[in-house]
């Protein structure tokens, strides 16, 4: 430190500032967490966040809705919904349907693994659980068809009945797609979003293509 001690400060110059942390009166909010709720307010509050995705996946445009809080409640309940209302649809079985729901629910989740490690393959930028989510939540245009179909099927099983079905579940199958391509368009690189979208069109075809040959037994 050469040359440091010719330099004087000038007894003129004020020293301002203060090297104390000031301790102002905290709000309630900052003190509050989550952990200090009742059990009530966190199922309400995650009930909601819920509906909201549910909400952008009924009107889906390309935003980052379904990226930012992901969960797996809703897939989780869309995926049991569905596999239910499938299940003993098999006409050559002759039990109770229990293994039509464990090969519906295997399908539906191993389909959105293999569609999930593809685009990270493919150098996407969305993260495991997030594709996850966003495929999962894209699920409930399907389900709804799946439903009106079951209401279809109760009043016969005619050619009427098929073209209703058939209009049905490919209104709900592009609907599907096109919400899942919209969430996951931004995140994957512009030449190889063909690479990407066409599995996904593969997994919501096998799904509606279960829906669409479901025949009660």
Known sequence: FAGLADVSISED??????????????SPDEDYS??????RDTIMRDLKAVGKKFVHVMYPKKSSALLRDWDLWGPLVLCV???LMLQGGSA?????GGPQFAEVFVIIWFGAVVITLNSKLLGGTISFFQSLCVLGYCVLPLTVAMLVCRLVLLAGSGTV????????VIAMFGWSTLASTAFL????????????VYPIFLFYFVISWMILTFTPQ
Not at 34 to 39: A, G, N, Q, S
Not at 92 to 96: A, G, H, L, R
Not at 161 to 168: E, G, K, Q, T
Request: glycine share 4%; net charge negative; hydrophobic share 40%.
């Open 34 to 39: 989550t952990l200090d709720e009742p059990v």
């Open 92 to 96: 050559d079985s002759k039990e109770d």
């Open 13 to 26: 110059i004020p020293v301002e500032g203060e090297i104390t942390v000031p301790v102002g009166s905290r």
């Open 161 to 168: 009945s098929f073209i209703v079905r058939l209009i049905v």
């Open 81 to 83: 919904s569905l596999a």
């Open 185 to 196: 368009a931004d995140s994957q690189p512009p030449n190889r979003k063909a690479l990407v």
